[in-house]
């Protein structure tokens, strides 16, 4: 058994049979579900312009490549919800400890954060076409506007939680305020923050996906709109399934990033 570095204690070292398995079983659940959605419909007599098989979404997404030019939808897509998530992220977070290191701003902010929270913010996308038009503003405000919130609650939580033994253990040592806020309410602050930017790597898409049905001339979004209006079911299936991805891949470099910050993930 491998034992840890500091103190000693014996850790039972990872199965092997367990560290093949996983793989082996999420591609069986995979190829179970496929085949499910493949052979299930048609067996139950469900027309194919209501659940659509998998070959029928293969030979769509075969045409809409060629067709529809699916490359440009997606990169558009891919490419807003990603900066979205990047600005609004950064301005989550930025607001966010402003706001928790700052008890007088935070309770007189605070009614009028709870009332953007509570607003729905899809509502907002109409507005945004009002202002800036079709263009490629609302997709993008639209995103900032629904990763900001989870982002800048979880920040302004944990500066607010952080442990007062070890700010004021900072205090006794004579530091700054600003190094005290890089060196023990930053570094208390990351699996909160880290765990915001996972919810907003999954948020960035369903803000670009809004903006894109609301006003949007391209985007996977505008697919499903498109599909919707020619009765395609198997194009809006393409579409949703390239979104899943796109929130997928977000959400995995979260996931590489956080591995990288915090030493016990």
Do not use: C
């Not at 769509?60 to 998530?85: C, D, P, Y």
């Not at 400890?97 to 509502?123: D, H, N, T």
């Amino acid at each position: 058994m491998p034992e840890s570095s500091t103190t000693g204690v014996a850790w039972p070292a990872p199965r092997t049979d367990t560290v093949y398995l996983k793989p082996i079983a999420m591609i069986l659940v995979a190829a179970i579900a496929l085949a499910v959605w493949q052979f299930l419909p048609p067996a139950l007599g469900v027309p194919k312009f209501i659940i659509p098989t998998v070959t029928d979404m293969a030979d769509e997404f075969q045409r809409m490549i060629v067709r529809e030019n699916l490359a440009k939808h997606f990169l558009s897509t891919a490419w807003t919800a990603t900066l979205g998530f990047v600005i609004g992220g950064l301005f989550g977070a930025t607001v966010g400890y402003l706001l928790g290191l700052s008890r007088f701003w935070e309770s007189v902010l605070s009614p009028y954060i709870l009332a953007m929270q509570i607003a729905p913010k899809v509502a907002f996308a109409p507005l945004f076409i009002m202002w800036f038009g079709y263009t490629f503003w609302p997709k993008l405000l639209t995103t900032v506007l629904v990763v900001f919130f989870p982002i800048l609650v979880n920040v302004s939580q944990a500066i607010r939680v952080a442990d007062r033994d070890l700010v004021n253990l900072a205090r006794a040592y004579s530091m700054t305020p600003v190094q005290s806020f890089w060196k023990v309410l930053f570094p208390l602050s990351m699996p909160a923050l880290m765990a915001g930017l996972r919810i907003g790597a999954t948020l960035a898409v369903i803000g670009v996906t809004v903006g894109e049905l609301v006003g949007g001339n391209t985007g996977l979004g505008f697919l499903i709109t498109y599909g919707e209006g020619q009765s395609n079911t198997a194009m809006v299936f393409n579409a949703i399934v390239l979104l899943t991805v796109i929130g997928l891949v977000l959400y995995w470099v979260v996931g590489l990033v956080e591995k990288r910050v915090l030493h016990y993930v």
